[in-house]
């Protein structure tokens, strides 16, 4: 199976940080891009970030200057650093990147920031 693992969710308080784990369980250093998006209950999943094969990371405006996501490629591993976290950002987070035009989604890890 090649769809990736994610992990490092749970319950933080307003202003809290949490960093998730993205393994994938093939090399990644060649693959273009690995994207994380965030999906709440009743919404459709919402792109925030990404992180090319070259280490350039976007984000979506309301988790610029907050979130930072990085890569070992040794360890064939995607992180997202989420600082300054907001009630807003709860919801259930994803990593994926797409190879040979199929796009490969993890299970999801849940993030709770309370209000």
């Known amino acids: 199976q090649v769809q990736p693992v994610e992990s490092g969710g749970g319950v933080v308080q307003d202003g809290g940080s949490l960093r998730l784990s993205c393994a994938a369980k093939?090399?990644?250093?060649?693959?273009?891009?690995i994207d994380w998006h965030r999906q709440v209950p009743g919404k459709q999943r919402r792109w925030i970030g990404s992180?090319?094969?070259?280490?350039?990371?976007v984000y979506e405006d309301s988790v610029k200057g907050r979130f930072a996501i990085s890569r070992d490629n040794a360890a064939n591993t995607v992180y997202l650093q989420m600082n300054g976290l907001k009630p807003e950002d709860s919801g259930v987070y994803f990593c994926?990147?797409?190879?040979?035009?199929?796009?490969?989604w993890g299970k999801g890890t849940l993030v709770t920031v309370s209000a």
């Open positions: 093939e090399s990644i250093a060649s693959i273009a891009a």
């Open positions: 994926k990147y797409m190879k040979n035009a199929i796009n490969y």
């Open positions: 992180i090319t094969n070259r280490g350039t990371t």
